[in-house]
């Protein structure tokens, strides 16, 4: 029996990734009957992540990943997942706020009809949450985080904003007044769960579902900045809100990822905040209080006496020869096999600063205010932290041990 359950709680996983949940296996009365499905990806992400390792260098004969873009987006992604420790989530809090107060009407939380309203109602918010993002420069500056890398993977999916929950939530208000709050968390972790597969460029076209579904064909176009990409394709699992509001484009011409203006670093702080003091030098060139405003709540292309959304006639020029930029002047040290084992060169207190989460974080587990990510994971846990210092420049090499042999490095790995 045990076996049968785990078997079905593997298979419950692998279709949440693809919000393939039926709504009888996925309809709950209360918020917290509802499982942490995003939480419980975690083993989906990384056999995926590694799926798509192992079939791109078949395809490609080199890696799809990079060990320095890939641990940016890791790390992005952990750090997005930060301010659930103090609450439950903006969205959820909110919509639980307005649904016990405001709500009209109560639809069955036990009806099909509730739970596939939800699904459209959530997929439709998102796609205006997702649109704003790109057309609000305040709203852009939590949003570009996901957009910063110039590949495009799977690890590229983690790369989420520590900000961008503290304002999506208004746009999921309309649906509290009518969806129960425990079909809503259903839904808003399966529509983020889906969007993790589509950032690959291992799936090419998809036929027929391409007309309604958000595919990996249809999400790179939105993460490109060539011109026809520039604010294209907001769909979350489906497609048909961008063909009826006029926001989609094919894929034609090789699309290349990033920002129209590279960052061209990996050090996660700037990474995440770098656009809001942009907005803020903007803002100060400006002596009209409308234009100080305008800076802050038009497009990022906006200037004096541009449309709304500016124009992008400035754009520098890409093609399909132009080699990805890969942050030059910022590289690690390590080997790309040694994982668990890397070096960091951003800033002269990398070292401290690391060693400051590294506490923070054992503390958290050690008073309970952190659970490991998998139950079959609940080992003693050792942390050992080698922080070595180079005459020229600070390295910082964490290893983690457990108390078991599984993950055990036994020291074999040194930092450069």
């Known amino acids: 029996m045990a076996e049968t359950m785990d078997l079905g709680s593997v298979s419950r996983g692998f279709r949440a990734m693809f919000s393939m949940l039926s709504p009888n296996e996925s309809s709950f009365e209360k918020v917290e009957d509802v499982p942490p499905y995003v939480q419980q990806a975690t083993p989906f992400f990384v056999g995926l992540m590694v799926l798509e390792l192992v079939l791109g260098t078949l395809k490609t004969g080199g890696s799809v990943v990079t060990i320095s873009d890939g641990i940016t987006s890791i790390s992005a992604g952990m750090i997005s997942r930060l301010p659930t420790l103090v609450m439950r989530g903006c969205e959820l809090t909110a919509y639980m706020y307005v649904w016990d107060r405001f709500r009209l ?18 997929d439709f918010c998102y796609y205006w949450v997702h649109r704003f993002a790109h057309e609000v420069s305040v709203l852009w500056a939590s949003h570009q985080v996901h957009h910063s890398s110039e590949y495009y993977n799977l690890t590229t999916a983690l790369r989420q904003s520590l900000t961008q929950q503290f304002t999506s939530w208004i746009f999921y208000m309309p649906l509290a007044l009518v969806a129960p709050p425990a079909i809503f968390a259903v839904h808003i972790q399966l529509n983020l769960l889906y969007q993790f597969w589509i950032h690959t460029e291992l799936i090419n076209d998809l036929g027929p579902l391409e007309w309604i579904f958000n595919t990996p064909k249809h999400h790179r176009v939105h993460h490109g900045r060539n011109l026809y990409c520039i604010d294209k394709n907001y769909g979350g699992i489906l497609i048909i809100w961008d063909r009826l509001f006029d926001t989609f484009a094919l894929e034609s011409d090789k699309v290349i990822y990033g920002l129209v203006y590279p960052i061209r670093t990996f050090e996660i702080l700037r990474v995440q905040l770098h656009y809001y003091f942009y907005l803020w030098r903007k803002s100060k ?40 930029s890969k942050s030059e002047g910022i590289k690690l040290k390590c080997p790309q096999t040694s994982v668990l084992c890397c070096v960091f060169t951003f800033r002269p207190t990398a070292a401290f600063l690391e060693m400051l989460r590294c506490v923070i974080m054992v503390a958290m587990l050690r008073f309970g205010y952190m659970k490991p990510l998998l139950p079959s994971l609940s080992v003693p846990t050792e942390v050992r932290l080698r922080i070595i210092t180079d005459p020229t420049s600070v390295n910082l090499c964490v290893i983690l041990h457990s108390s078991t042999d599984l993950f055990s490095l036994r020291s074999r790995y040194s930092c450069v």
């Open 285 to 324: 060139y400006y002596k009209k209080i409308n234009n100080k405003l305008s800076t802050f709540f038009k497009g990022p292309s906006w200037k004096p006496g541009k449309p709304r959304l500016g124009d992008h006639s400035n754009n520098p020029k890409v093609n399909e020869g132009q080699e990805v």
């Open 105 to 122: 009407v109560e639809l069955p939380w036990d009806s099909a009809w509730t739970w596939w309203f939800t699904f459209l109602g959530v």
